[in-house]
T-cell receptor, first 112, second 111 residues
Framework: DQQVKQNSPSLSVQEGRISILNCDYTNSMFDYFLWYKKYPAEGPTFLISISSIKDKNEDGRFTVFLNKSAKHLSLHIVPSQPGDSAVYFCAASVYNNNDMRFGAGTRLTVKP | DAGVIQSPRHEVTEMGQEVTLRCKPI?????LFWYRQTMMRGLELLIY????????DSGMPEDRFSAKMPNASFSTLKIQPSEPRDSAVYFC?????????FGQGTRLTVV
C-alpha cells in the first residue's frame, strides 16, 4: 500500500528555470513531511521539511508547499542548477512517531 | 560522528545463500529504519526500531527476512535463503523523532 506517491518518475528542466516536484499522500494522519535528495551511490540526504501547521516553508532556493485538503505537497527549486540533478524522495510521517514513508522518487535532470 | 555506517557496501551472493547486512546508527539516535530501494517502489520501509525494540515490521516482504537490534549501536538485516528478486539497494537510517539520516546503502545482487 503506497501511502506516499510521486507520480512523475522523471523531470527535466533548463538551468535557471523552476523545478516543481509533486507528491501526494493518502494517510490523513500524516502531519510531518520531508524531502530527501539522493545522488548515485549515496544514501538520501535531508533537504527540507514542513509541518502540517504550515502551508509553506522556504530555505534558500528550495520551497515546500503543503495543501492538506488535497493531501498534496510540492517542492519548488528556483533557480534550478545542474548540481540539483538527483533523485528526490518525498516522505511523510506522524510527528514523533518515527514511521516514515517514502514515495518512489522523481529523477530531476537540470540541463545547462 | 561518522554518520550511519552500513556494511558491506556491495554484496553478490548465489541464490539460496544467507545474507547479512549490518548497520551502525548514529550515536544517540533512538530510531533505526531499514529500507529497500527498487525502481518500481522507491524506498520501501521494511522495519523500524524504537529504542532497540521492533515497532513495525509489516513491510518485511517474507519470512525469509529478519532484523535484529541487540543494542543501540548495531542492527542486522538477514535474508535466508536469498532469491534473485531480493536484489536491490538496502538502506539503514537512524533518527531522533523527526529527520532520518541514511547510510550509504548496501547493494545486494543475488544471482
Amino acid at each position: 500500500d503506497q501511502q506516499v506517491k510521486q507520480n512523475s518518475p522523471s523531470l527535466s528542466v533548463q538551468e535557471g528555470r523552476i523545478s516543481i516536484l509533486n507528491c501526494d499522500y493518502t494517510n490523513s494522519m500524516f502531519d510531518y513531511f520531508l524531502w530527501y535528495k539522493k545522488y548515485p551511490a549515496e544514501g538520501p540526504t535531508f533537504l527540507i521539511s514542513i509541518s502540517s501547521i504550515k502551508d509553506k516553508n522556504e530555505d534558500g532556493r528550495f520551497t515546500v508547499f503543503l495543501n492538506k485538503s488535497a493531501k498534496h505537497l510540492s517542492l519548488h527549486i528556483v533557480p534550478s542548477q545542474p548540481g540539483d540533478s538527483a533523485v528526490y524522495f518525498c516522505a511523510a510521517s506522524v510527528y514523533n512517531n518515527n514511521d516514515m514513508r517514502f514515495g518512489a522518487g522523481t529523477r530531476l535532470t537540470v540541463k545547462p | 560522528d561518522a554518520g550511519v555506517i552500513q556494511s558491506p557496501r556491495h554484496e553478490v551472493t548465489e541464490m539460496g545463500q544467507e545474507v547479512t547486512l549490518r548497520c551502525k546508527p548514529i550515536s544517540g539516535h533512538n530510531s533505526l529504519f531499514w529500507y529497500r530501494q527498487t525502481m518500481m517502489r522507491g524506498l520501501e520501509l521494511l522495519i523500524y526500531f524504537n529504542n532497540n525494540v521492533p515497532i513495525d515490521d509489516s513491510g518485511m516482504p517474507e519470512d525469509r527476512f529478519s532484523a535484529k537490534m541487540p543494542n543501540a549501536s548495531f542492527s542486522t538485516l538477514k535474508i535466508q535463503p536469498s532469491e534473485p528478486r531480493d536484489s536491490a539497494v538496502y538502506f539503514c537510517a537512524s533518527g531522533l523523532n523527526t529527520e532520518a539520516f541514511f547510510g550509504q546503502g548496501t547493494r545486494l545482487t543475488v544471482v
